[in-house]
């Protein structure tokens, strides 16, 4: 059917067409009169995800995800929400609220679940197009009521929101306080132990006395060295002293020298006196007595020099083993100042563990405890819901413009339909689409024939009232 057959028929059948369009107009109207007046409020947050966390110092890695601003969406339309918007609007303590309930559900379930289904019904939560804004629209009957009721939503959303953030931080704290506790007990433990240690010890470790000690052991060893290598010395001169009966000491030794040349000297005179007074002359035995005094003080010399070379090499060895005891005595204390170190080191290793354990849940304890007492949040209210002074429904034009559109649409059908149910031929097109034959002729409008024309409005009339051979 083309859009002149479809004009057409609307000129043939304007009365159906005017009066289904009249009726439709009509219907919507009277409807949009009858429905009751609702009013919305509106309420906006905006979330900063950028801003990094005040008392952590970072962003938080799940704000920058694109799921989040679909969780907070989430998260405002969820019964923990809406469950505190009740408390601060006081809904729960609403005695025609329960009545309703109870008519409603027979006292079955929760009055506050119930509650909260109902005002989710007529929430409208949703998030900005390529923004951080969330918009929350509630509609009630009650302008007053819609306003609060979207600023309840709001500020539960924003404690809500804070307790998400501080309840983690207060799990922790409570744990921390407990690790704390016994890292401090570890702590004195340890401390406590490490001063028993010093006590028990009476000294207090430390590198400088050990290192006093070392080198005081190493002064020992050198004297040790030393004094070995005279003993050996004396030692040996002795031992050779002993084989030989003369040694280089004695050999050298001035008096001796002397007393040799002098006794060599009065045997010599005593040979001479000999050969020449005889073995009885006083003077051979006053020369014999001389040369046998000078021998002892000789043989007396000699022995004076060896036992000094015996008392020498005595001292020596004695003190070699007064150095060799103070020397090991010396390395014994060294090895045990070692092992109180090793073992003070161990304590105080231990010490400083505990201590920076207890330094690091000390710290994370401040922060947990800084965190959960926070009440800064990254949601902020941008726009706060008043009481609207128009109602958002029913929408009166847009109510019209749809009964426009849809009668219009409805009248053109109710004209078409009974047009094929009472069809006529009112174009060309039509007689030789009904007929199949050529077209010879077209009768005038007898509405347009001139008033003089009574024969040809008569014919046409004959015509038009024979639908038998029109095919009607």
Do not use: C
């Amino acid at each position: 059917m083309t859009l002149s057959q479809i004009f057409l028929i609307l000129r043939a059948r304007w009365r159906s067409a005017l009066v289904t369009f009249a009726l439709l107009m009509g219907l919507v109207v009277a409807v949009t009169l009858l429905l009751p007046r609702s009013y919305t409020g509106t309420g906006s947050v905006v979330l900063d995800v950028k801003s990094p966390d005040p008392v952590a110092g970072v962003v938080l890695p799940g704000m920058v995800v694109s799921s989040y601003m679909a969780t907070q969406v989430d998260v405002m339309q969820s019964e923990r929400v809406i469950r505190r918007a009740i408390h601060m609007l006081k809904l729960d303590k609403d005695a025609d609220l329960r009545a309703v309930w109870q008519e409603v559900t027979e006292g079955q379930g929760e009055f506050e679940t119930w509650l909260a289904a109902r005002i989710l019904r007529k929430l409208d939560v949703k998030p900005g197009k390529e923004s951080n804004v969330i918009v929350v629209q509630y509609t009630n009957r009650d302008p007053e009521l819609a306003a609060k009721t979207a600023n309840a939503v709001v500020n539960a959303y924003i404690d809500t929101t804070l307790e998400l953030r501080t309840e983690p931080a207060k799990q922790f704290n409570a744990q921390f306080d407990e690790s704390t506790k016994s890292l401090r007990e570890a702590l004195e433990v340890a401390q406590k132990r490490l001063s028993d240690f010093q006590q028990r010890n009476g000294i207090t470790i430390s590198d400088e006395r050990l290192d006093v000690e070392n080198a005081r052991l190493n002064e020992l060893s050198a004297q040790v060295t030393q004094v070995q290598s005279a003993a050996n010395e004396t030692s040996s001169r002795q031992a050779e002293a002993g084989r030989k009966g003369e040694m280089q000491e004695v050999l050298t030794n001035p008096m001796i020298m002397t007393l040799t040349a002098s006794v060599s000297m009065q045997e010599a005179r005593l040979n001479e006196m000999l050969g020449r007074l005889g073995d009885q002359n006083p003077q051979v035995i006053d020369l014999r007595a001389n040369i046998k005094e000078m021998r002892e003080r000789l043989n007396a010399e000699k022995a004076r020099l060896i036992s000094t070379l015996t008392v020498n090499n005595s001292v020596n060895q004695s003190r070699l083993q007064a150095l060799r005891t103070s020397m090991e005595d010396q390395r014994t204390r060294v090895l045990k100042l070692k092992a109180q170190r090793d073992e003070a080191g161990v304590l105080q290793r231990d010490l400083e563990n505990a201590q920076r354990g207890y330094d690091a849940a000390f710290a994370k304890r401040n922060q947990s405890n800084l965190e959960s007492q926070t009440t800064q949040t990254n949601v902020s209210v941008i726009q706060v819901a008043t009481t609207p002074a128009f109602p958002s429904s029913p929408r009166v034009l847009l109510n019209v413009a749809i009964g426009l559109v849809l009668g219009g649409a409805i009248a053109i059908v109710v004209a078409v339909l009974r047009e094929k149910r009472d069809w006529r031929l009112r174009t060309d097109a039509d007689v030789l689409e009904a007929l199949n034959q050529p077209l010879l002729g077209v009768l005038p409008d007898r509405q347009r024939l001139p008033s003089s024309g009574r024969t040809l409005r008569l014919m046409a009339q004959r015509v038009m009232s024979r639908p038998k051979l029109i095919g009607q």
